[in-house]
């Protein structure tokens, strides 16, 4: 009989032990996935840019900030036009790469009704013909005078960029006709740029400031006497109409998120660098500049 009531205190002991041990498993596995239930109760958030450097740098430090409060975020490189009109329809929920008033203007336009423009994330910049400081030539106008050290070309962007649409104005109104506009992308023009420079030939290319090309070259803009490019732009933030009630605290985020170009210039600096990524180097940005992270995400 002693046998038996030992027997069954050892059994009851052992149950015990198991039901706790898991439990306690059962809890760890809970804790170690909290942060992926809440980023999937959050929501998605769906950020669109153009593939410029400038953009890809802002739009991951955004990206940063949001998966911090627990969104998840997807990224979406697309043209101007489709940027514009993805957030005007509510197919994407906002952009930081809204460069006004000048470049965009025609896009704004079309579309200021079917947003919500935040205002600047960052002040001071500029558009225009880029040349390096070796072409002995400051202004639009003497582009003529030596379109074959130039071999006709201007190195373009994307097609669908407000700076090409404001660069064949420049053509047509100050009739460089001997000139043709090549298409390509911001990667290609500074490819295209980058071996020019190497063997000092002469070459002209749309630019914008900030970008980290002004930080490896010396290179100049041409005065623009016609002032078509504009005087100094904004990079501004628009987001879809309804975001402000449906996702307060996305909002709030691109709401608050501004920046200085020496900022924007250090982490596109960083983003040259051989076998980075700007996601990463965002992160990396953001641990080194915690005062700016507490800034963004603050209530």
Same mark, same amino acid.
């Given at each position: 009989?002693?046998?038996? /009531? ?30 992926? !239930? ?54 994407? !929920? ?9 470049? @965009?203007? @025609? ?8 947003? !919500? ?165 965002? /992160? ?16």
């Amino acid at each position: 009989m002693h046998f038996d /009531k030992l027997t069954f205190f050892t059994f009851f002991t052992f149950l015990i032990v198991v039901i706790i041990s898991t439990w306690l498993l059962l809890s760890t596995y809970l804790t170690e996935n909290c942060e992926d !239930d809440v980023a999937i109760s959050r929501g998605k958030v769906e950020l669109v840019y153009v593939e410029w450097a400038s953009e890809i740098a802002s739009t991951n430090v955004v990206r940063v900030l949001l998966e911090k409060l627990g969104f998840e975020v997807d990224l979406f490189s697309v043209s101007a036009a489709a940027m514009w009109q993805s957030v005007a329809s509510g197919d994407a !929920d906002g952009y930081v790469a809204a460069w006004l008033p000048t470049t @965009h203007a @025609h896009y704004y336009r079309a579309l200021k009704d079917q947003v !919500d423009n935040l205002g600047p994330n960052l002040e001071g910049t500029k558009i225009g013909l880029v040349v390096p400081t070796y072409v002995t030539l400051d202004s639009i106008e003497e582009l003529n005078a030596y379109a074959d050290k130039f071999k006709g070309k201007i190195i373009g962007i994307d097609p669908g960029a407000g700076l090409m649409s404001k660069t064949e104005t420049v053509i047509e109104q100050y009739n460089l006709n001997t000139f043709k506009l090549l298409e390509g992308s911001g990667a290609t023009m500074t490819a295209v740029l980058a071996d020019a420079i190497k063997n000092k030939q002469w070459i002209v290319v749309t630019g914008w400031t900030p970008h980290w090309k002004f930080a490896r070259w010396q290179l100049k803009y041409l005065k623009d006497s016609k002032g078509i490019y504009g005087d100094k732009e904004y990079i501004g933030t628009i987001v879809r109409k309804g975001l402000k009630e449906e996702m307060p605290e996305v909002y709030r985020v691109l709401d608050h998120f501004s920046w200085t170009a020496a900022e924007m210039q250090e982490l596109m600096t960083m983003n040259q660098e051989k076998g980075s990524t700007p996601y990463e180097n965002a /992160k990396l940005w953001l641990k080194k500049n915690p005062e700016r992270l507490e800034q963004w995400i603050s209530q």
